[in-house]
């Protein structure tokens, strides 16, 4: 485990290697190439890369119409506006189509901080997994971004991959197979479970590392993907341990939580709690204030851990 790049940054440079051998790939971007880090791409191979300036919407027009003349377009732009701000688009001009476009987000949740609530999209998960056709990606680290990025652009059909801003430990090594819809268990225990993707995977790791000093075993594990689900892995930590907690930097409802408790419900009940930000908008400040805030911190999942095994 050691800090790497931000998981954006992963993004872009994979776009770019990507596009060295696939000349199918096409990137559309939303006047937002430098913060996306599709600026890479761009720089690269001018021919295929389109900036439609401040218009989603027509990002998305655009991104169908390759995809229906042989393209793999790649629209990229901050979760806050796609799917935020063109999630009609989306849903009739893809998702409808099942067309072969990757819509592949930065910047999503908390984790942008200052930018203030109309920036932190908090219910682009929510959004996405509901919509038929659609896979929906959820990298951490550089590494788990860059087979995430690759594995989207082979799959036929449209894909979301909600990357990251903030910079996170990384869990996996290079050798790693990634594989969509399987999930991935980092630590094993036998008396918790911890659910999470993103950046709060190093919430849920460093908290049970703290419960294991205190004679909890808290098992660990990556949610890779959203749609599909990793069944198996949930209704066997559900009959294993018998309690989970889920941690994500989403709104409770429609994300992670809503997805394991899906399962758990039908397959096999248990106690499921869920750390996510509850029904109100987040604020302006830094990512480390408004997790503090809201309840996503080590300090926070194990006091909740504390209180399901009691």
């Known amino acids: 485990m050691t800090n790497l790049i931000s998981p954006r940054d992963a993004f872009g440079r994979t776009l770019a290697e990507i596009g060295e051998i696939n000349e199918k790939v096409f990137v559309v971007s939303a006047d937002l190439a430098a913060a996306t880090k599709t600026d890479i791409f761009a720089k690269k191979f001018k021919n295929r890369y389109i900036n439609v300036g401040i218009c989603e919407q027509n990002m998305v027009g655009v991104a169908a119409g390759l995809a229906r003349t042989g393209f793999i377009p790649v629209m990229s732009t901050f979760a806050c506006f796609a799917p935020g701000r063109c999630y009609d688009q989306i849903r009739q001009s893809i998702a409808y189509s099942n067309l072969n476009v990757k819509v592949i987000s930065t910047h999503p949740g908390l984790s ?40 989207a652009i082979e799959h036929e059909g449209p894909v979301y991959v909600r990357v990251g801003r903030k910079e996170c430990t990384a869990y996996f090594k290079e050798e790693w197979s990634y594989e969509i819809g399987k999930w991935v268990t980092i630590k094993e225990g036998v008396d918790i479970t911890f659910i999470a993707h993103g950046c709060m995977v190093e919430v849920a790791y460093s908290a049970a590392a703290e419960l294991q000093k205190q004679g909890t075993s808290a098992r660990v594990i990556i949610a890779t993907s959203i749609k599909p689900i990793d069944k198996e892995i949930i209704i066997k930590a559900a009959k294993e341990t018998k309690k989970i907690i889920t941690i994500e930097d989403h709104f409770i409802n429609g994300g992670l939580y809503s997805t394991v408790c899906e399962v758990t419900a039908s397959e096999f009940p248990c106690s499921v709690r869920g750390l996510a930000v509850m029904d109100h908008f987040g604020e302006s400040g830094s990512p480390k204030e408004l997790y503090e805030k809201y309840g996503l911190t080590v300090e926070d999942l194990v006091k909740e851990a504390k209180k399901i095994i009691n």
């Open 112 to 151: 942008v901080g200052p930018d203030g609530a109309i920036h932190q999209s908090l219910d682009d998960i929510a959004l996405m997994r509901e919509l038929p056709n659609f896979v929906v990606l959820t990298p951490s680290d550089e590494i788990e971004t860059k087979k995430a990025i690759e594995k």
